[in-house]
């Protein structure tokens, strides 16, 4: 049974910085590419960051270039995002998704993760 599993949300204050990670079990977790997508109360999910299966590709929302990293660990079977110079417009439920493909939009990913919320207060 595949997971993901993401982690590390919370509430920050504007011009913080969190740490999110995505853990996951049952596949073959380096063949896979892994994007991070978010969605805020009454808006469609919109991609942030992705990242291809060996890490040397990344590819990133004009909205959060220069402000997040992606990267894996692949012994671990973790992507971690790294959020830096977050704003209040960053608030929004933070998701994982794995395909063997790699893409901008949802439907181009598997596997989901549940989710974890960030919250930046101004």
């Known amino acids: 049974q595949v997971q993901l599993v993401e982690s590390g949300g919370g509430l920050v204050q504007a011009g913080g910085s969190l740490r999110l990670s995505c853990a996951a079990s049952?596949?073959?977790?380096?063949?896979?590419?892994v994007g991070w997508f978010r969605q805020a109360p009454g808006r469609e999910r919109e991609f942030v960051a992705a990242?291809?299966?060996?890490?040397?590709?990344?590819y990133y929302a004009d909205s959060v270039k220069g402000r997040v990293t992606i990267s894996r660990d692949n012994a671990k079977n973790t992507v971690y995002l790294q959020m830096n110079s977050l704003k209040p417009e960053d608030t929004a439920v933070y998701y994982c998704?794995?395909?063997?493909?790699?893409?901008?939009?949802?439907?181009?990913?598997?596997?989901w993760g549940q989710g974890t919320q960030v919250t930046v207060s101004s």
């Open positions: 998704a794995a395909d063997l493909s790699w893409g901008t939009i949802p439907s181009t990913y598997y596997y």
């Open positions: 049952g596949l073959t977790f380096s063949r896979y590419a």
């Open positions: 990242i291809n299966w060996s890490g040397r590709s990344t």
